[in-house]
Nanobody
């Protein structure tokens, strides 16, 4: 059974930073692309960032480019999202996700596994 568990969410003031982590179990994750999406109540899930299975190719959503950075450590089956210069509009539930191919994707439907989500709240 594939499991993804997020951690690191919380409350931070605007301009601050948070680091989200995703721990994966059950597989050799170098063959899986991974990513982060976020979702606010009543809204569609939004692409945040993705990284290929080898950590070579990284892509970001327009709203976070230049402020967020995605990385992974396949020796530990973990992935991280460093979020800097946070804004109130970054307030969302953030989801870790993985797909059964090394190539990344931006579409929610392309991903096969999802974590339970972690809340990020940015106060103004």
């Amino acid at each position: 059974q594939v499991q993804l568990v997020e951690s690191g969410g919380g409350l931070v003031q605007a301009g601050g930073s948070l680091r989200l982590s995703c721990a994966a179990s059950g597989r050799t994750w170098s063959t899986y692309a991974m990513g982060w999406f976020r979702q606010a109540p009543g809204k569609e899930r939004e692409f945040v960032a993705s990284i290929d299975g080898y950590g070579t190719y990284k892509y970001y959503g327009e709203a976070v480019t230049g402020r967020f950075s995605i990385s992974r450590d396949n020796t530990k089956n973990t992935m991280s999202l460093q979020m800097n210069n946070l804004k109130p509009e970054d307030t969302d539930v953030y989801y870790c996700t993985a797909r059964k191919t090394p190539a990344t994707a931006r579409q929610e439907v392309s991903y096969d596994y999802w974590g339970q989500g972690t809340q990020v709240t940015v106060s103004s």
